[in-house]
Structure formats: C-alpha cells, structure tokens
C-alpha cells in the first residue's frame, strides 16, 4: 500500500502532468506560426482563378467553421481538449475532411515497424558489440570497431541516410527508392518480403547510427563494469568468458540500457522524420513533416501527442518494472 | 531487367509510370468536390468538363461539350451541346442531367468547395436546365461573356458528377468520400497507397465511350501508376532505372543525367534545347511598391532592368532552354501570333525618357540570335529560327545608359562604386527567391549576380517556399520571384489579370490572401486606376471580340513602358519522358497536344501512347 | 544515578528512525533506530561508546545527533535546544561549531580531487575562526593537537596520506570549530591495526587536553573498552546494555554482550571460540522480529522472549534489555509501561 | 595548465591527434577572415572544376572555391554548435546540480519541468519553431534555440550524478566545514562531473552540428549563410552527386566528420587525465 | 606437518608505471623468501601498503601489468609436480583454479554479482571447472552450505538480501567447494564487525581442517592471526622481517617493528596507556637506505642507514631481519 502511494501514485500523477504541459505547449506553438491553415487553404483553391472579395470572404468563413479554428485561442483550447477526451483528433486541414486518426493511422504501422525493428536489432547489436569491445579492449577487433563506429558515429544521420540512398539505389541499383512494400497487404510469403525488401534500406540506415550510438554506451558501461570485484573474481576463478559477458557484464550495465531502449521505444511515434523523407518512407514522420510545413495543426498534434505520451509511458514503465530488473533498488 | 521497386505487381509492358508531382495528403478519397480535392493527375484520369485548350495552339478541344458556348446578345444566357456518345464507367449514358445536377449541387453544397466553384455558381447562375438530354441552358445572374471559362480547362474545369450515383448518396456531401468512383473519364482508380505516395489507375472497358477515348481513337495503357519519388535527383535515378516513365520536371543538372545514364530518355526537343517551352506563365522579378519606395521612380525600374544581361540569364543560368519574353506573356505560338509579333514593332520604337529629355530605345531584337550564337558555341544545334526557339526579343543589356537613369533619379556611386540611394544610405534591395522553383531561382541569382556586379548591394535569400510566399503575402520582401501570365492560350486576356485589378489593392504588411484578387500581382502592392480601366473594359466584351484584344495589346503596352515588374523568360518544363516502354507522347515533331500530363487536359497525351513491344 | 547539575550536553530520547525496505513491489518499515535514549551530562568532557555488531543502527543514531538524519519519533536536544526546532541558519552558525563529526573512511571524508588543506582553510574561514592571515597558524596549532603539523599536509592530496594522518586531519578538522562533542563513527575500523591506537590515544588526549565530548561509534570492543568512559551496546536497533565501560564490557550481563566479548579475538584464545555462534541470515529479518529482537540465537533463549520485548531492567547500576534480569517488582512497572507503548 | 597540455600532447595519442585537428578546424576558422572572396560571392572562380593545386577542393557549379568556402562554414557551423552547447549544457549542468543537489521540493518542480521537458519530441519540435522563424534564422538564433532544446537530457544525468556525491562522506565533510550548498556544488561536486561533462560537450557539438545539417537539408535554416549544412544543402541542389562534382559535398561532409572525431578524442584524451584511476567507476557503480 | 607446497626464493614484485612521463617502481615485494607447507595455516601480518597483497598476487599467480615479478621464482608443489608458478599460461592458471587453487577476497558485498542468485553464482564457478549439471551443481551447492551451517535460504537470494556475515561466509563456500589444496585469503575479516569476523574465523579453520588444506591467510590484525595461523611472517615495507610459529612471535617477537604490532593491540585486560608505533610507513618508490624501518625504529643504529639486514635464525623456524637483534646474538652464547 505504501508503495502504491509513494511510489506508483506520485509517479501516475506525474506522468499526467508532463502529457498536460507537453500537450499544452504543442498545442500553442504552431499556433504562433504565420503559416495559417485557412489561408493556405484559400490560397491552395483560389490559385488558378480570381474570386471576388465577398466570394472570398464567405470561403474564408466556411472555412474557418469547418476547420474549427474559429473562436479565441482558449476557446479553441478548450474545445480541443473536449474533443480529446473523446479521442477526436479532428479533421486534417490540409486533407479535409480525413479524420487525423485516419491519416495517422495509415502511416504508424510503417513506423512502429521500421523503427520497433531498427531499434531492436541496433539495441542488441549495439550491447553484445560494445560490451564484447568493452571487455576486450585490447584485441584488435574491438580496437578496429571502435574507429569504425567513432567514424560512423559523427556523420549527421542525414548524410549517412543520403549516402546510403545513392550508393544503394543508384550507383549499384539492387534497392526500391520509395514506398514501404509491394501489392496488397496480405499474409502472403510475397508481401511480406517485399516490405522487407523495402525497408532494408531505412532501417539499414537506422540501424547503423543507432549501433554505432548504443556501442560507445555499451563500451564505456562495460570498461567501467570489467573493473568491479564481481567480473574481476569471476574472471580469476576462471568462469568462461561468455558466461562473464552475458552474466556479469551485460546483466549488470543492463538497467541503463533498458531505460534507453524503453525511451526510444517511446520516441517512435515521432516517426523517423528525416529516415522517411530520405527514403520515401510511408510513416508518420513523413506525414508529420508535411503537416509542419503546410501548417496542419490537427496532424502535428495528433502526431505529437502520440510522441509525448509514448514518452511519458515508456518512462512510467521503466520506472515501474525497474524493480523487477534490478533485484537491488531500495526504497529512499 | 525486371524493375525491383515499383509498389504493384502489375506486367511493366502494360504499365506507364507518371511521375505524381507531390505526394497525396489524402489517399483514397475521390471525392474532388471537396475543398481538399486538389489532385493533379487525378483529374485527368477520372473526370471530364466541357472543353479543353490546348496549351499550343490555343485552340478549343470539345470535352463533353459537342459545340462552342452559346451566349445571347447580353451574355446572361449561355447554352450547350454535349456529346451523346459518352458513357460513364458503369456503363450509364452521360446526359444533360448530369450536368445540371453538377450545377445545382455544387451551388447548395459550400463544403463542396474546389476551385471556389460553389462560389461562383452562386455568384453568376439564376438556374440550369436540361432543354434536351444533350443541350444545357444555364441562366445567368449578371451578364458574363466568359462564364464557360469555368468548365473550360487551363488547369482544371468543373468536374462533371454521376448523378445516378451521387444522388443516391446517403449523408453529408461534404465528408462522402466516394469509396468506388463512377467516372466519365477513361481510366478508374484501382489502387493507392494510403499514404499517398502512389496510385494505380485501370483503364475501363468502355474506354471507347470517355472523351479521351474519343477524341484520341488508340486505347493508351491498360495501367497508369502515378507516382511520388521526390526530388529530381530521384526521380532521375528511377528514370535510369526504368522505373519511370515520364516526369514533371527537373533543373537541368538532373535532366542532363537522365540523358547520359538512359538513352531512351528525351524531352520534348530530341536535342537542345530539349525543354517544353510552350506552358503557358512567365516569370518576374517583382517589385514591392512599398517597401522599397524608390521603386516608384520608374528611371529606377527600367535601371534595374537595362542592368540585367538576358543573354547571359538565359544561357549562362537557365542553360539556354527557356524563351526570353518581354512582357508577362509567353512566347507560345498562339500567344506569339496574338500579342508579341504584332507588337514587334512597337517594341523597337519604343523610346523611354531617361529622365532629362532624352529619349531611348531600350529593345534588343537580337537577342534570340545571341543566344543562339551561344548554344552554337556550345556545340549544339538551333531547332529552327532562333526567335521561335529562344523568343522574340529583350531588353538591351546597357548599364551605362542604367548609371544614367540612376544618376537622374538622385542616386550616386560612393568611393567603392556602390550605389547610394537619394538620402546617401547604400542601396540594397532584398531579393527573395525559392529555390525549389528552379528557373525563378536561378533567374534570382542571376539578377542579384548582375545588380552586385553594377553596384548595388542585393541581398538574395533562398527560403523554402511556404516562407517565401508567406513574405510576399505580408510584405516582407523588396523583390520576389512571382511565375504571371497576363494571357489565356487562347489569348484572352480578362480571367488572367482580373485579379490585378487596383480594387484588390492591400497594403503592406496586411496578408494579400483574404482579399481575394490575384496574390502573385497583389505583392508588389500596385494600385494603379489605369491598370483597372483596361481590365474592366475587357470585361465587358466577348473573349473573342477584336476590341477584347485590342485593349489587352494596350494594357500591356502601357505595363511595359512602365516597367512595373521585370519579365524574363517563359515557363520551360523538362517533361522527360523514357521510350522504353511506350511512345507517342506529343514531342516538339508532333506538336498536335500539349505533355502537360498533370493537368486534366493532360489526359489526351496519355491516351495518345503506344506500347514500344 | 547523577543529578546533572545543569542541562546535560545531550539528550537523547526515545529516539526511533523507521526506514522502508522494498522488497520488489512490496515495501516493509523497520526501526533502523528503535526508541534509543541516551543522555550525555556536561559536567565533565567523556568519551561515550556505542559499540553493537555491523547493522545495530549506530550510523542511523549518530547522523541523527549530527542533524543529518531527522528522527521519526523522540527527540534530540542539545544543551538547552532541541535540534528539530533549530533553524538551518542556527545550524550552521551554531550547532554545527558546536557537534562536529568524525566519519568511517578517512580517505572518502575527503573529496579525491581537492587538496586536504581546502577543507581546513573552509572551516576556519566558514566558522571565521581566525583572521585570514592568521589561518596557517591557527591550522597549525589545531593540527599539532592530532601530532602532525601543516607543513606535513599542505598541498598533499589525500590518497598521498597514510590512512591515520588523513584520519588525524579529518579530527583536526573537526577540531577548528572548537566543538564541545564530536561524533566519531567508527573512526579506526578501515585503519588496521597498527594505527587504531594512535587514533583512539588522540581521543583520549583530546578529551582531556580540549574538554572535548566524544562518542565514539565502534564494532571493536576492545577500543571502546580501552577509550571509552561510558558504554551503549546496540542491537538492531535497542540499546541493549549500557553504564561504564568497565561494568558493561568487564563484566557484561547481555548475553549479546557477551557474545560481543567473548568475539574479540584475543591474543590468548579463550573457550567461548569453540562454539559455533549463529549470525543472522537476513538482518532486517532480525529488526522486524517480533519480541526480543536477539532469540534467534541466544543461548539463553525463553518461551517469552519470542512474544514479549524485554524492558530495560536496571541491573548492577546499569541498564539491561534482557528477561534474566527480571525481578518481579520491575516487571509489574514494566507491564503496565508496555501496555501503554503497545498501543502505538 | 600549459604543462598539462605539453603532457596531454606528449603522452596521450588520442588528445595529440584531436588537438591537432582542432587547431585545423581552427586554422580553418582563422583564414575565413582572410578569405579573398566575400562569403556570398558567386561566379568568383571558375566553375566545376575538380580539386587541383590552384583550388585545393574544386570549385562549385556557382563558381565559388569550395576550400574558402569551407573556412566560412566551418566558422558558422561551430558558432551554431558552440551556442548550442554552451547554452544547452550550461542550463543543464546548472539545473541538474541544483536539482540534485538540495532535493526536496526544488528537486521535484525541476525534475518533472526536465521531464516534460524530454517527453516533447525534440527534432519535430526543432522543425516546427524552425518553419516559425523561416526568413528570421540567423546561425546565432540557431544556435540558441538547439540549445535551448538540448539540457533535459544533460540535465537528468548530472541530477543523478550529483545525487549520488550527494550521499558521499566528503559532501558532508564540506557542509560541515560550514560551505555553502552553491560552494559544496561548484567546489566539491563540479570536479567530478567534468569528465562526463566533457563526454556530453561533445555529444552536444554532435546534436548541434547534426541539427544544423537537418534543418539546412529541410530548407529550413539560414540557406544564405555558409555552414556545413547550407554547403550540403547548395551541394544537393546542383545534384554534385548525379553529376559526379562530388568534391562539393564531400568537403563539407568530411569537415563535420573530422571536426567531431577531434572534439571526441580530445575529450577521451582530457578525460582519461582527469580520471587517472577511472575514480569515477566507483561513483557511477554504487547504487 | 607436511612438504613445502609453495616456496618463493629471492622475490622481487615491483609496480612499474608510467603516467604522462612520469615513471614510478614501486618496490612492492623486495627480495622475500619463504616456503610454506601443506596443510598450514601460514599468515602474513604487516601494516597497510607494506606489500601483503602485492605477495599474495604473485604467489596466485593472478597478475597484470604494471606488477612485474623482476627476480626471484615461485614454485608450487602439488600432486608431486613441480609448477613454475610466475611463467604459467592462460590454460594452465585456468585448470589450477579453484581445483587446486583457490583465493577468499575481500569486500564480499561486491564479490558476488549484485544482479545473480547465489545459486546460479555457485552453478557458474562449479561449471567453470567440472562437467556437472546445474541439478548436480545445486546439489552439490546445498550440502556443502549445509555442511558448513548456512541456511538452505541462502541460495536463492540475492547478495544483498543477506547480512554482511553472511555474503562473507558465502563467498567462502564459494571459493572452497571444490576442496581446493591451497587456499589464499586477502583479508577475509577487515572491516566485519567481531562477531561476524568470529563466524568467519571459525569457518575458515572449519574448511582448512576438513581435507588438511594449505591457507595462506592475509591480515593486519595480529589477534586473527593468534587465532587461526600455525605461522606467521611479518613484513614491512616489502621486505620480510620476521617469521616463526603463531606462539612463539606473540610471546617472544624478536623485531622491533613486530614487537610493536603486538603491543598496540588493545584488550579488555587493562585501560592503560598503550604505545602507537610512531611514524608512518615509507613510501615504497624510494624507499629508505638500509633497514627500511630504521627510521622508525627507537634502536636503529648507524648500521641500520646503510645496510639492508639480512635474515638470521633466532630459534627453532624463528626467522628475523635486524641489525639489533643480530648484534645481541652475535653477543650471546651459541647453543
Ligand atoms: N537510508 C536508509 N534507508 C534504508 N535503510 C537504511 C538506511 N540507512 C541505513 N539503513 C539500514 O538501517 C540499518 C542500520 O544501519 P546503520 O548503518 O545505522 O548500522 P551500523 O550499526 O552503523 O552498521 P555498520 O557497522 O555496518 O556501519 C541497516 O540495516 C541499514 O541497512
Ligand atoms: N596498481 C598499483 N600501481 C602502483 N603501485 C601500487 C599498485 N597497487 C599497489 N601499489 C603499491 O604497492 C604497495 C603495496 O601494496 P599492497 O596492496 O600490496 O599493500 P597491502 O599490504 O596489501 O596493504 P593493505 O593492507 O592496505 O591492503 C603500496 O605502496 C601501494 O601503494
Ligand atoms: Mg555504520
Ligand atoms: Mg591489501
């Protein structure tokens, strides 16, 4: 019971509070952007022709009415929060009358499965590699992955993402240059492939920096590991070294780490914005990205408040499972 | 080689993969009555209006409609004729009451809101008829000597409704989404990518019975897919890949590599200067009126255009593939026979005061023979006369006579040369340009090249576009990169520069949007009543009325001698297509249709292809 | 025993501290600390022991005195001042000149990085016991009082001391104040053993030289014996035994005590090492044991000491947790005060 | 201090090579001063040519030379990094330590600001105030605004950190020796939180330098002023790649490179000075 | 008493380093000599830094760089093989390893992975050396505990779920389950309360009974020693001063250092003044000229400066190294 109230209520309340200010900001910012929706909307269907001034003004109301962006800020505020409690995302401006949810919908599971997959594989890669270059500094082959992953390491993600694209779709052309799969979704042998076919390249690129990030934390957690009594006493009693590795070393520099991943776990509803523009990826982030620039509230939110709560639980989880994980955690 | 990375299992010999020019925000909702229906391509596959013009020549292509517009003498009644062969895709007759429910649909349903069409059915249409079940007689509000310009298509024009479908419809228009489209034109949308990135499009069984199918008599692709890449350089790498069939358009480093790495590959020349030159637009260097006031001294403007050295623009820059023009009309051939020929001769006796009594001459008709002096040099050869390649003729390239302008207008050199504005500040002039609008960017550069080189210190800046056009729309810009065009092809004047009218006028600093009006023109914040009184008296004549002409050729006689906004060059596009796979896309030796696919007349080029196999 | 004639230097009283334990997603209290009193008068400077096995809560009750810890329940006073009530501003002006502490490991008493003469130069200035000039000879003059000089330390990072000099200035430090009671926890146990003498010898000298108050918190009976005036045994948390050192560790009563005792390893090996002696498993089981926290293996174990806690009995003039040294009369008084504590 | 440095130099491979490279980076930023064309010049020198003994890194297709190029962007891409980390890490190191170090309320409030903090996505948030200020970015309001985005991270590792000196004996040593919680933090606990510090500056410069290319890629930076990321987007958008002038991008992609390998290896070099007997194993181990 | 099973002769261990240019010997374990037999509990007693670890790591054969061993041997005698014990291989330190060989550290908390069950620490090291199950090696791991008194709750906790005693005594099992010949124990006791320290003591003599093993048994604290060591050698700063049986350097220490240690030692017999040894240990980069402890020494002797003593017998396996005492004996009778 104590537990429950000092430990998991405060932290509950808490993950309440962080989704409230991190919603309340998200919500205001775009709405300081010059970029007004109604206007590019009116600018986007007015175009190719002149209206007249009143013609022009009736649209603008129309408009305004329809995108529910009439009233004062706090109105719209309020409203939205109404309309969230009822998991109303509203309508994408851009797109109308398409319900957010629909438009998010389309694209999440091209990210959860792009980045869930990349994270993973770069986690683990990232651990066993780091932690086996951390417990043999001296070999060459930790020494050769190190420079490797401290060059790899620097190299802004956008640059390796478009080296990639280059080298792989156009100097020697053996992957697609957009789109996340072939043919209908179905269970077939063929569709699924393809969207690995498709998304070898992405997440190729996701894995590389996500490894090479993961390695240098997994190295420096496991040299600083391989000097404590426990690994130096096993390594005298001769315990085997993969035993060591698994048990000892990368058991004990685990906690961090599962933080980690859990937070970038978190972080995937953000979507690899830079990944899908790069690669003509159909997730979320490509989504956000042109909700962004064409001033589309309803999306940035909708997407951003995924983020902000995929965040804020993936910490919650962390937190509460850390007992689980670590036999030693006490109570303050 | 089987191409890897197209999205559908669909055999490549039957399949004409068409560069989507952006990616869709909406997938899967064929409802383009909305107000978020703009989708290019889209139109040209599936729907059908009255007429089409074409972008060359200018002239009326019959869509649903059988005959021209028929106006009475006040123009407060047109009638028309459509065609009685038409089917829908389901294999229903098209009739005259599609048509009228179109109309009266859209005019009761605001969020049906494309194009601003409610608007304008609302504003103009007492009421619609059917007389018969292939004649329409719309009774107008007020006299209208262009209504049919709304289902006459530049871009677009009215989409024309299934009413046995649309009219079944259960719920709100507005958010119907028209899961399983009936369509009038020949192709049916049978896949997309929800996320937009691409569509699939079939052509129906009764292809026969569209407008396309029709007028053109060859089925075209079974399949079309559209389809988003990106950027240039990718849709060039899809290109060599044999993923694409045709694209939209690309700066020329990425043309150039589409010709070296796939040789089947070609634009609408077979050689230089490759590009499709004929669409109709033109691009500016424009003039904020207010927050530069000095631009108001026209010794100023026409300075600032004496100092730009065309001939290099258009070669150095622009690679020598686009027509030069001097006024914000195209050197299309209609437009060419219309406007610019006849007033050749005005152009070279045209003399302007350069400000203490002494008259100039400021045309150049030698341009197009410098330029293909240039591409001579280069190595390559001129398609035909150098004026119907490269354009009538421009501004002379003269700074001195541009350093006495400025000297007359007050201003004067410090010690480094620069120019020093009347007060003494250094003149500097921001001068914005996206950088995703190719041509209008490297003209920008070019400008602020040659203007730094006669002294006067530019500032150019590359902003993404959205930011771009936000700047101009409040003011935020001395000179800005605007694509005008000041003429239909078929060489009216009125629906192109209605919106320049001084009564749209907005100040600085207030956002040109909401006022309604042309937005391009209403950035340079010009409120000039001459301007008003041509534009009202072409609206009170017939399009094809002589005196309609007449006045357009004196507004833009007294535009240019103004100098209001510096003219360039015409719209180039390199529609680069790949002959891989099929052939008979219109091409500078078979001029007959216009390659601009994207637009719903577009449809005829694509009608047009044959398999290569 | 001794009517104080003024307020004593401490009270202690009643003092308890209740930590939580989790044990995966349960959380269990346990009294770290349980309801202790000890009261040191001010009538002559002492060394006061508490001595108990590893895990007796010593620590728990030192850093309470040391204001480092607040109690859960009873209460603390120094002097005429009970220290809950003081302000963070009279702790650092006055109680902190006043109770100075000693801590376990000489070497992390002192950060690894900073020169040890920094934290000299602190007290004197933080406390503004000399004038800036006069610092180096006011440190000097404390640091001759531990036997070592500044010149010997200027300058030197810690790790370039031997454990006794670095625990010989952290006394020194403690001194710069001139405090009246220094809290020492286990001030030798991570010196061996070559050098816990001196350690305890400059206590004693302290002591008589400096008027200064020490306890002196320790396992090694042996010490608390040869240094300490007065003795406190702790057991999981109780003080199980306390009165002077000699009647307490000559001759204890607890059978802890004893057990204590008799665990010294002496030079002359006695008997009591033959038994085999019985630690316990899990300590808070121990704290959390209902009744006498120590029948899990005492020897002298009864039926009631499972159920009942044992009073303090007063016994050979000093007080004994312990049912051997019940006589009737006291357990009538004491029956009658448990019934009472039992409510809480 | 100099004579640490000379040892650094002699003694440490990693700190000899990082230094060296940052005196490059530095050169670099020197000669921009220096440079014979102004910044915006195009059509300075001949156009596309490869790199040559006369234009050490070739020239653009705009006629600017790369090499000069580079010293400008260099110079602005670590102001931006350099405002960035500075800010972003101060704010962190400073709210982190106070947040740790006096706990209680303080801590609370500062600790659930920080995790709101990093519950809101950073890059899309980036992008968004970025197409806010499209027009207005200057490197300067770049480099505040990473840096304003980049503490919350920082700041919840020194919190941590601080609150596990916290419990060691020496910080209680020192509040006994009557220091001040601001003194107990600057003198006594800042120490031991600069080898981290130093790991995380160059994390920060990465972040910075990697933003700025992002942004610059997305249009949505200063395009005008040369930076490491203007240079790739301008490198881009002339195709260097499709047509093979791949000196253009490469000068840029290789500077951003090596100039985070330098700060990397000085702060493994400083690091391993300042921890010679890895100390700091212990703090970070102990629960 | 049995053969020697582990003799050193002439044992130099130094620590050489070098740090941003500075280079540093440390003269560790200088020139030491001593045999040890099986089946006895032989102590090594000495103040802080004098090298009784930097010995025990040699004599384990568990070394890295910057510990050098520049002179001398160590050799094991078991299972009448005589081992080099300074020049073994990776392989052949891994097979000797708890078989024969076993080491009890120090700090049991950290010993023992704070994330493993004792248990499954147990299975690791059994593992590490026999071809057993985990059933077997559970079962193996609970009648030993058993045997040696600790609770069947034991093995499924976590290290920190039991109290410091426990861990320690733990840690023993977990060192001797094997029966190793030769146990080595760093300091098994510092830093335990007395009670617990008891428990060990009483273990470990328990384990060393049980099959005649050789303990070699580290401590500073001389009353341990009283309790569990047959022998005990006494060094100072690096070098051995003084060795001889348990009984014998606790009632007749012939070294001036080693009488000190004995008389610092407290006890409940008296509350008396007792002396500290004064000064501090030398440093062991320069260490002193001559007798390293003259400078503490209250009789060095102008000899002592200059001349390292060499050790002299004293008495029936009664070893010693000073000036003083070789004087006094240079000066009584032989017998
Ligand atoms: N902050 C804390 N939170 C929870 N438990 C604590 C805390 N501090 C101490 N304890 C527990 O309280 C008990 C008493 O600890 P304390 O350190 O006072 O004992 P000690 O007698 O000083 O022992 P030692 O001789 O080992 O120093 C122990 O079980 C300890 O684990
Ligand atoms: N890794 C090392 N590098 C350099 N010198 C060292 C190293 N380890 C120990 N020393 C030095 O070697 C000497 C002997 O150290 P050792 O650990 O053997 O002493 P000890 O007798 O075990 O002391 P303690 O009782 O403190 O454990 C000391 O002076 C010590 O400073
Ligand atoms: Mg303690
Ligand atoms: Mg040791």
Known sequence: ?????????????????????????????????????????????????????????????????????????????????????????????????????????????????????????????????????????????????????????????????????????????????????????????EFISSVLYFGFLPALSLVIGGTAFRFIMAKA???????????????????????????????????????????????????????????????????????????????????????????????????????????????? | QEPQGLPVDVPREEMFVVDQIFRYGVAGNY???????????????????????????????????????????????????????????????????????????????????????????????????????????????????????????????????????????????????????????????????????????????????????????????????????????????????????????????????????????????????????????????????????????????????????????????????????????????????????????????????????????????????????????????????????????????????????????????????????????????????????????????????????????????????????????????????????????????????????????????????????????????????????????????APDDPANFETATEFFKYWTENMYAITAISFKKFVTWDERYWTGFPTAENPDLMPLYWFQGGKFAIQSLTPVS | MSQPSKTPLLTIQDVSKVFQI?????????????????????????????????????????????????????????????????????????????????FQDPFAAFSPLKRIDHYLYETVRNYKMAKRKDADAYIDEVLRKVGLTLAEIKGRYPNELSGGQAQRVAVARALITKPHLIVADEPVSMLDASLRMSVVNMFRKLKEENQVSVIYITHDLATAYYAGDQVAVMLRGWIVEMGTSEQVLGNPLHPYTQNLKTSIPGVNVSDAWNEKIDLAVVETDEYTRTGCKYAGRCPFVMDKCHNQVPPNFVHEGRAVKCFLYEDPEEMAQAAAGKSKVAVS | MLTTIRDLFRFSPSFRLGSIILVLAAILVILSFLSPYEPDDRRAVERNEAPSAEFWFGTTSQGQDVFWMLTFAVRNTLIVAGIAVLIGRGIGVILGMISGYLGGAVDRVLSSIVDSFIVIPRLPLLILIASIMRGQMTIVALGVLIGILDWAYPSKRYRSQVLSLRERSFTHTAIFSGMNAWKIVIQEHLPFIIPFLLADVVSGFLFAIGIEVTLSILGLSDLDTQSIGSMIYWGNYYQSLLTNRVWVLIAPIGASIVIVVGFYLVSVGLGDYLDPRKRLVRLQVKE | MGQPIIQTENLKAYYITQAYGVERTVQAVDDISISINAGEVYGIAGESGCGKSTLLKVLLGSYEPPLTVVDGSVTYHLD?????????????????????????????????????????????????????????????????????????????????????????????????????????????????????????????????????????????????????????????????????????????????????????????????????IPGRPPALDHPPSGCRFHERCPLAKDICLTIDPEMISVGPNHRTACHVVAEELSHEPAI
């Open chain 1, 1 to 189: 019971m104590t537990l429950l109230r000092q430990y998991i209520l405060p932290r509950i309340v808490q993950w309440f509070v962080v989704i409230f200010v991190g919603i309340s900001v998200t919500f205001l910012i775009p709405r300081l952007s010059p970029v007004n929706p109604v206007d590019q909307a009116m600018g986007r269907l007015t175009s190719f022709q002149t209206m007249d001034p009143e013609a022009t003004l009736q649209m603008r109301e129309t408009l305004l009415d329809l995108y529910g962006l009439d009233g004062s800020i706090i109105d719209q505020y309020l409203n939205f929060w109404g309309r969230l409690i009822q998991g109303d995302l509203g309508p994408s401006f851009q797109s109308f009358p398409t319900p957010v949810t629909e438009i998010i919908g389309a694209g999440i599971w091209w990210t959860i499965g792009l980045l869930g997959t990349a994270i993973l594989i770069s986690w683990v890669l990232g651990v066993v590699l780091g932690s086996l270059a951390g417990y043999f500094p001296q070999m060459w082959w930790s020494k050769f992955l190190e420079r490797v992953v401290i060059t790899v390491y620097p190299v802004p993600y956008y640059i390796l993402a478009f080296v990639l694209l280059m080298l792989l779709t156009y100097y020697w052309p053996v992957f697609p240059l957009v789109g996340g799969s072939r043919g209908d979704p179905s269970f077939t042998w």
């Open chain 5, 80 to 276: 009448d093989q005589t081992i080099d014990a300074v020049n073994l291989t990776p392989e052949e330190k891994r097979s000797l390893r708890w078989k024969d060989i076993s080491y009890i550290p120090q700090g049991s908390m950290h010993v023992l992975n704070p994330v493993r069950k004792i248990r499954d620490t147990f299975h690791d090291f059994i593992s590490a050396h026999r071809n057993v199950t985990r059933k077997e090696s559970m079962k193996m791991t609970s009648s030993y505990l058993r045997d040696l008194g600790l609770p069947d709750k034991v093995m499924g906790s976590y290290p920190h779920q039991l109290s410091g005693g426990m861990r320690q005594r733990v840690t023993i099992a977990l060192a001797t389950i094997l029966w190793p010949k030769l146990i080595f124990a760093d300091e098994p006791t510092t830093a335990l309360d007395v009670i617990v320290q008891r428990g060990v003591i009483q273990m470990l003599k328990e384990v060393q009974q049980r099959e005649g093993s050789t303990l070699i048994l580290i401590t500073h604290d001389i009353g341990v020693h009283a309790n569990l060591a047959d022998r005990i050698a006494v060094l100072y700063a690096g070098k051995l001063v003084e060795e001889a049986p348990t009984r014998t350097i606790i009632n007749e220490p012939k070294h001036p250092y080693t009488k000190f240690l004995i008389e610092s030692l407290p006890s409940l017999d008296g509350r008396e003044e007792r002396s500290s």
């Open chain 3, 22 to 102: 989790r044990e995966g997603f349960n959380t269990r209290e346990f009294h770290a600390v349980d309801r202790a009193s000890i009261t040191i008068d001010a009538d002559s400077p002492k060394i006061f022991a508490i001595v108990g096995e590893s895990g007796s809560g010593k620590t728990t009750l030192a850093r309470m005195v040391l204001g480092m810890e607040t109690p859960s329940m009873g209460v603390l006073q120094y002097r005429d001042r009970v220290l809950a009530e003081l302000s963070s501003k009279e702790m650092k002006t006055w109680f902190y000149k006043e109770v100075q502490p000693v």
């Open chain 1, 221 to 332: 957690l496991a040299s600083t590991e391989i000097t404590s009594d426990y690994v130096q006493y096993a390594e005298l009693a001769a315990v085997p070294k993969r035993k060591i590795l698994f048990f000892y070393i990368i058991r004990n520099t685990m906690l961090p780490q599962v933080t980690d991943l859990a937070l970038s776990l978190g972080t995937i509803f953000e979507g690899a914005l830079i990944t899908e523009v790069v690669f003509g990826y159909p997730g979320v982030g490509y989504t956000l990205y042109n909700a962004i620039n064409s001033g589309d509230y309803n999306i940035i939110m909708g997407i951003t408040l995924l983020s902000i709560v995929g965040i804020a639980t993936a910490s919650l989880l962390v937190d509460l499972i850390y007992p689980l994980l670590d036999p030693r955690v006490r109570l303050r």
């Open chain 2, 31 to 541: 409802n383009i009555w909305q107000t978020a229906g703009t989708t290019p391509h889209r139109h040209a596959m599936m729907d059908e209006t009255l007429w089409y013009v074409d972008q060359e020549t200018g002239e009326r292509i019959y869509g649903a409609a059988i005959s021209d517009p028929m106006y009475n003498d006040d123009f407060t009644q047109m009638t028309v004729e459509l065609r009685d062969n038409l089917e829908w895709s389901d294999g229903v007759p098209f009739t005259a009451a599609d048509v009228v429910y179109t109309v009266e649909t859209l005019k009761a349903t605001p969020e049906l809101g494309q194009s601003g069409w409610h608007a304008q059915f609302n504003q103009f249409v007492d009421s619609v008829e059917a007389t018969d079940d292939y004649t329409v007689v719309f009774n107008l509000l007020e006299s209208n000597p262009r209504f049919h310009n709304i289902f006459e298509t530049r871009w677009n024009g009215m989409y024309i409704m299934p009413k046995h479908v649309v009219e079944n419809v259960e719920g709100d228009l507005g958010t119907w989404t028209n899961p399983d489209p009936v369509v009038l034109g020949a192709y049916l949308p049978t896949q997309y990518d929800p996320n937009g990135f691409w569509e699939l499009y079939e052509r129906r069984d009764n292809w026969e019975t569209s407008v396309a199918g029709t007028v053109i008599g060859n089925p075209g692709p079974q399949y079309v897919l559209t389809i988003f890449y990106g950027d240039s350089s990718r849709k060039a790498i899809a290109m060599s890949r044999g993923e694409l069939d045709v694209y939209f358009d690309a700066d020329i480093e990425a043309f150039e590599t589409t010709l070296d790495t796939t040789p089947t590959a070609r634009s609408w020349y077979a050689d230089f200067p490759w590009a499709y030159p004929n669409e109709v637009s033109t691009r500016q260097l424009a003039f904020n009126y207010e927050t530069q006031p000095l631009f108001q001294d026209i010794k100023v403007r026409w300075a600032l255009a004496l100092a730009l050295n065309i001939v290099e623009l258009q070669t150095e820059y622009i690679g020598g593939v686009a027509k030069v023009t001097p006024l914000p009309v195209p050197a299309t051939p209609s437009l060419t026979a219309i406007y610019l020929d006849p007033m050749q001769e005005w152009f070279e006796n045209l003399e302007i005061d350069l400000g203490d009594g002494t008259m100039y001459k400021p045309y150049d008709s030698t341009v197009p023979d410098q330029i293909a002096a240039w591409a001579e040099e280069q190595g390559y050869t001129v398609p035909g006369e150098p004026a119907e390649v490269f354009g009538p003729g421009w501004w002379k390239f003269d700074p001195e006579t541009a350093e006495i302008l400025l000297t007359n207008a007050g201003f004067s050199r410090d010690g480094g040369g620069n120019w020093l504005t009347p007060d003494g500040e250094p003149f500097t002039i921001d001068l914005q340009s996206p950088p995703d609008e190719n041509d209008a960017f490297r003209m920008a550069n070019a400008a602020a090249d040659m203007w730094s080189d006669f002294g006067i210190d530019v500032n150019l800046s590359g902003l993404e576009r959205a930011v771009w056009e936000q700047n101009y729309f409040v003011g935020q810009v001395d000179v800005y990169t605007p694509w005008m065009n000041f003429a239909l092809a078929s060489g009216d004047s009125w629906p192109e520069v209605r919106g320049d009218h001084p009564k749209y006028y907005v100040p600085n600093g207030e956002d040109v949007r909401p006022a309604g009006g042309n937005a391009f023109f209403q950035g340079q914040r010009l409120q000039d009543p001459q301007i008003g009184e041509y534009i009202d008296a072409m609206a009170a004549v």
